[in-house]
């Protein structure tokens, strides 16, 4: 893995922004393993594998609830996919199914949360013939009362997308795929109007199933799969973008490349200041986890972390397993959740990993 420390006072200004200098010592790589193996834990498996599911997590008064929604079981088959929801209650010891979301499974959405409902946003549905169909939903869920209202038409409906919370008023979508093709549009939704508009369209390559979040008023995502003039009709597009959002425009720029390795399917997520990379893989692929190459793809374990005030890189600590195949982190009441997805062999997993973001910030290296 190559230093992502470019000078002493850099790092230094980077440990001070994350209020966290005192664990940002360089360390060994033995140093960094035993790290990283305290700051996850495990919690309570999920009650079936679920992967390519949308996870949010929300705090209330009466305590922090994880929710899965959507996604793929363990068969791998169009017809396993699900429109199953489940809350765990953190501190609980298991997960309790809630109400399922309305209309059919699909893969490839997005949970965001504002005000403490839960916008589960866009997906694609499968068709026993194999067909593909981008949806225009949008599900507003309400954990107090454990039921669904429906919003606003996506107006470009689409799935694999990027998604993220710009000041607590809006969820920004950005890129991704609509029925036959990836787009560059960004779409911004503003719960309050029940109402969406248009931004900047990203001035890169069109991509879906590429990684990122909102963090402050910046959107930064990485990668993800372009359609190329080839065999395979898909290639990964090794690229990172920020946007900075200003009256409801974005500025976007080029950040070249980013350290480690490509990113396929990560979760995206903010912790603290930063937005963060967990996992994914370097061989885009179908909902099955087989690459569009024809090879399996494998996950990464790797949890990469961009500030937007610093402008810098930075490696977190990683769950004990690679994991691919996910759409967003859950983050609330100072913890972060990684819900579901898929292990080596494209296994579908019930695997639960939580870390508080104190210490998850504190392992930077």
Same mark, same amino acid.
């Given at each position: 893995?190559?230093?992502?420390?470019?000078?002493?006072?850099?790092?230094?200004?980077?440990?001070?922004?994350?209020?966290?200098?005192?664990?940002?010592?360089?360390?060994?790589?033995?140093?960094?393993?035993?790290?990283?193996?305290?700051?996850?834990?495990?919690?309570?498996?999920?009650?079936?594998?679920?992967?390519?599911?949308?996870?949010?997590?929300?705090?209330?008064?009466?305590?922090?609830?994880?929710?899965?929604?959507?996604?793929?079981?363990?068969?791998?088959?169009?017809?396993?996919?699900?429109?199953?929801?489940?809350?765990?209650?953190?501190?609980?010891?298991?997960?309790?199914?809630?109400?399922?979301?309305?209309?059919?499974?699909?893969?490839?959405?997005?949970?965001?949360?504002?005000?403490?409902?839960?916008?589960?946003?866009?997906?694609?549905?499968?068709?026993?013939?194999?067909?593909?169909?981008? &949806? /225009? @939903? %949008?599900?507003? $869920?309400? +954990?107090?009362? =454990?039921? #669904?209202?429906?919003?606003?038409? !996506? *107006?470009?409906?689409?799935?694999?997308?990027?998604?993220?919370?710009?000041?607590?008023?809006?969820?920004?979508?950005?890129?991704?795929?609509?029925?036959?093709?990836? &787009? /560059? @549009? %960004?779409?911004? $939704?503003? +719960?309050?109007? =029940?109402? #969406?508009?248009?931004?900047?369209? !990203? *001035?890169?390559?069109?991509?879906?199933?590429?990684?990122?979040?909102?963090?402050?008023?910046?959107?930064?995502?990485?990668?993800?799969?372009?359609?190329?003039?080839?065999? /395979?009709?898909?290639?990964?597009?090794?690229?990172?973008?920020?946007?900075?959002?200003?009256?409801?425009? !974005?500025?976007?720029?080029?950040?070249?490349?980013?350290?480690?390795?490509?990113?396929?399917?990560?979760?995206?997520?903010?912790?603290?200041?930063?937005?963060?990379?967990?996992?994914?893989?370097?061989?885009?692929?179908?909902?099955?986890?087989?690459?569009?190459?024809?090879?399996?793809?494998?996950?990464?374990?790797?949890?990469?972390?961009?500030?937007?005030?610093?402008?810098?890189?930075?490696?977190?600590?990683?769950?004990?397993?690679?994991?691919?195949?996910?759409?967003?982190?859950?983050?609330?009441?100072?913890?972060?959740?990684?819900?579901?997805?898929?292990?080596?062999?494209?296994?579908?997993?019930?695997?639960?990993?939580?870390?508080?973001?104190?210490?998850?910030?504190?392992?930077?290296?």
């Amino acid at each position: 893995m190559p230093s992502l420390i470019p000078t002493s006072l850099r790092f230094i200004a980077v440990c001070a922004l994350l209020a966290s200098s005192a664990a940002c010592a360089d360390t060994t790589g033995s140093e960094r393993e035993n790290r990283q193996g305290v700051v996850w834990r495990a919690g309570p498996a999920l009650p079936q594998p679920i992967t390519n599911n949308a996870v949010a997590a929300i705090e209330s008064d009466l305590g922090v609830a994880v929710f899965s929604f959507l996604g793929l079981d363990s068969t791998k088959v169009w017809d396993g996919i699900t429109n199953a929801a489940y809350r765990w209650d953190v501190g609980s010891d298991a997960w309790i199914t809630v109400a399922e979301v309305p209309g059919p499974g699909r893969l490839a959405s997005t949970a965001q949360v504002i005000d403490g409902l839960i916008y589960l946003i866009g997906g694609y549905t499968v068709a026993a013939d194999g067909q593909e169909r981008s &949806v /225009p @939903d %949008v599900n507003v $869920y309400d +954990p107090a009362s =454990d039921s #669904w209202s429906r919003g606003a038409n !996506i *107006p470009l409906p689409t799935d694999d997308a990027v998604a993220g919370v710009s000041g607590d008023t809006a969820v920004v979508l950005v890129s991704g795929w609509h029925d036959d093709g990836n &787009v /560059p @549009d %960004v779409q911004i $939704y503003y +719960p309050s109007t =029940d109402r #969406w508009t248009s931004s900047t369209p !990203i *001035p890169g390559t069109p991509v879906f199933g590429h990684t990122g979040a909102v963090a402050g008023n910046s959107v930064i995502y990485v990668d993800g799969a372009a359609v190329v003039d080839d065999d /395979p009709r898909f290639a990964i597009d090794r690229s990172s973008w920020r946007g900075d959002l200003s009256a409801g425009a !974005i500025e976007w720029r080029s950040l070249g490349d980013h350290p480690g390795p490509v990113l396929y399917r990560g979760a995206g997520g903010t912790v603290g200041t930063l937005a963060v990379f967990l996992g994914g893989s370097e061989n885009p692929y179908n909902y099955n986890g087989i690459g569009y190459d024809g090879n399996p793809s494998d996950p990464v374990r790797q949890v990469l972390a961009y500030s937007p005030a610093s402008g810098e890189w930075r490696h977190l600590a990683a769950p004990p397993l690679p994991s691919m195949d996910h759409r967003n982190l859950g983050v609330a009441g100072g913890n972060v959740f990684l819900v579901g997805g898929m292990h080596e062999g494209q296994e579908v997993t019930d695997n639960v990993w939580y870390a508080a973001a104190e210490a998850l910030l504190a392992s930077i290296f």
